[in-house]
């Protein structure tokens, strides 16, 4: 599925400017038309996933406990 400039921005919750700015540094596959630039969208399939798979490492690394520190029952 193809998209305009202002869609991909929409669809991926960054400013207009900045899609500009990757097309333009190559960062972002885009062909033009003649009158603007389209993007596939499928391109980003993978970083959403990735993003998806470090914020589940993140949470599991959250919900890990602290181990005990064996210092701590030191007995004066």
């Known amino acids: 599925m193809y998209?305009?400039?202002e869609e991909t921005a929409a669809h991926l919750q960054m400013p207009e400017e900045q899609v500009r700015?990757?097309?333009l540094e190559r960062r972002?596959?885009?062909i033009h038309d003649g009158e603007q630039?389209?993007?596939n969208s499928d391109q980003f399939t993978r970083h959403f996933e990735q993003l998806e798979q470090v914020k589940a490492w993140i949470e599991e690394?959250?919900?890990t406990p602290i181990?005990?520190?064996p210092d701590i029952?030191?007995?004066d």
Do not use: C, Q, S
Request: proline share 5%.
């Open 67 to 69: 181990p005990e520190d």
């Open 3 to 5: 998209r305009t400039i």
């Open 37 to 39: 630039f389209l993007i």
């Open 28 to 30: 972002i596959k885009a």
């Open 21 to 23: 700015r990757y097309i």
């Open 61 to 63: 690394w959250r919900n």
């Open 73 to 75: 029952k030191d007995e």
